[in-house]
T-cell receptor, first 114, second 112 residues
Framework: DAGITQSPRHKVTETGTPVTLRCHQTENHRYMYWYRQDPGHGLRLIHYSYGVKDTDKGEVSDGYSVSRSKTEDFLLTLESATSSQTSVYFC?????????????FGSGTRLTVV | GEDVEQSLFLSVREGDSSVINCTYTDSSSTYLYWYKQEPGAGLQLLTYIFSNMDMKQDQRLTVLLNKKDKHLSLRIADTQTGDSAIYFCAESRNSGNTPLVFGKGTRLSVIA
């Protein structure tokens, strides 16, 4: 286990409020990713980070921002939550698994925007 | 652009073989992965194949790659009820840290 924890695990919030999801890793991995999972869409990349203060956009980045001020934490912020952002959010790190670079995922955050 | 396609559902009887198919469009894909997601959990790496391979076997799992047709398949022999999950195909252009592109996932249901 690469020691990834996501918090909170569940959250219900109101439309228009800001929300921050946290991904924490304990093994000093450089690359971290945020995906959202929706029925019929699979996993879609929101943002990713390749180092402290180095981030880039994914295919569904509108309405989201990220920050990485230290290696172990990658924060995803919904500036003003909308109902279309109701989803399950997964954080991942890129690490060697059986000799191959691959992803290790957190357990996910289920976000409901009402 | 990159796109990965999978059928959404598959139902098999316990003890039979399951075959989950995936097609991709990026001819520069170097690594192709299969991930498994059990209910309420994140994805776990199941197996992978390099683009210069045709087949890889790992216990009950067999991965076949047809690079010409950009077709990948995952065969699970002697499917068990514990294999019920969503299976995701994913591709990457290199072994480093290029973000993976995932298919929509195939939900495998195993009937006892």
């Amino acid at each position: 286990d690469a020691g990834i924890t996501q918090s909170p695990r569940h959250k219900v919030t109101e439309t228009g409020t800001p929300v921050t999801l946290r991904c924490h890793q304990t093994e000093n991995h450089r690359y971290m990713y945020w995906y959202r999972q929706d029925p019929g869409h699979g996993l879609r990349l929101i943002h990713y980070s390749y180092g402290v203060k180095d981030t880039d956009k994914g295919e569904v980045s509108d309405g989201y921002s990220v920050s990485r001020s230290k290696t172990e934490d990658f924060l995803l912020t919904l500036e003003s939550a909308t109902s279309s952002q109701t989803s399950v959010y997964f954080c991942a790190i890129s690490a060697r698994d059986r000799g191959l670079w691959g992803y290790t995922f957190g357990s996910g955050t289920r976000l409901t925007v009402v | 652009g990159e796109d990965v396609e999978q059928s959404l559902f598959l139902s098999v009887r316990e003890g039979d073989s399951s075959v989950i198919n995936c097609t991709y469009t990026d001819s520069s894909s170097t690594y192709l992965y299969w991930y498994k997601q059990e209910p309420g959990a994140g994805l776990q790496l199941l197996t992978y194949i390099f683009s210069n391979m045709d087949m890889k076997q790992d216990q009950r799992l067999t991965v076949l790659l047809n690079k010409k047709d950009k077709h990948l398949s995952l065969r699970i022999a002697d499917t068990q009820t514990g294999d019920s999950a969503i299976y995701f195909c994913a591709e990457s252009r290199n072994s480093g840290n290029t973000p993976l592109v995932f298919g929509k996932g195939t939900r495998l249901s195993v009937i006892a």
